[in-house]
Structure formats: structure tokens, C-alpha cells
């Protein structure tokens, strides 16, 4: 239970020191909006698996033919959290 406070006190100082034009839906969904992407070691980086949704994403960087997540939150939540 400690474990999960320590994760909801990060994830909101993320968040305080962020804008999120989704309103920080993966948040607030409690992790089950989250957009699909796997970790992309190379990049130390998640690598998006949805390219439509990685187009229209102002947290997505296009490199070559892939997207590559920039947003802090959804990186925390898959390297801490591992979703």
C-alpha cells in the first residue's frame, strides 16, 4: 500500500509540473485509458504501437517510421509501474 502512495505523490508532481491537452485521462482513468506503447530500450523511450493516435499526439516524435512517446507521465507509469 506504501508503494502506491509513493507512485500517486510522483505521478501528481509530474502532473503539477505539466499541461496535458487530454486532461491527464490516464490518470484520472486510473491507468486503464492508457495509450498503447511498449519500452524501446534503444531510446530508452516508449516506442507508440498506435500510429494514428501517435500522429495526432503533441507528446509523440515521429523517427524514421516510428512514434516515440515524449510525455513524461505515460513514461513514469510504464517504467515504474510497468502499464
Same mark, same amino acid.
Given at each position: ?29 486510473? /491507468?486503464? !485509458?492508457?495509450?498503447? +506503447? ?7 523511450? @516508449?516506442?507508440?504501437?498506435?500510429? *494514428?493516435?501517435?500522429?495526432?499526439? /503533441?507528446? !509523440?516524435?515521429?523517427? +524514421? ?7 513524461? @507521465?505515460?513514461?513514469?507509469?510504464? *517504467?515504474?509501474?510497468?502499464?
Amino acid at each position: 500500500m506504501e508503494q502506491n502512495n509513493i507512485y500517486k505523490k510522483e505521478l501528481e508532481e509530474i502532473i503539477g509540473r505539466m499541461q496535458c491537452p487530454k486532461d491527464f485521462k490516464c490518470y484520472t482513468s486510473e /491507468l486503464k !485509458s492508457l495509450c498503447k +506503447a511498449k519500452k524501446f530500450d534503444a531510446f530508452e523511450s @516508449l516506442m507508440c504501437l498506435n500510429d *494514428e493516435d501517435a500522429q495526432e499526439c /503533441l507528446f !509523440s516524435v515521429r523517427y +524514421a517510421y516510428t512514434y516515440f512517446c515524449q510525455c513524461p @507521465l505515460r513514461n513514469y507509469i510504464a *517504467e515504474k509501474i510497468g502499464k
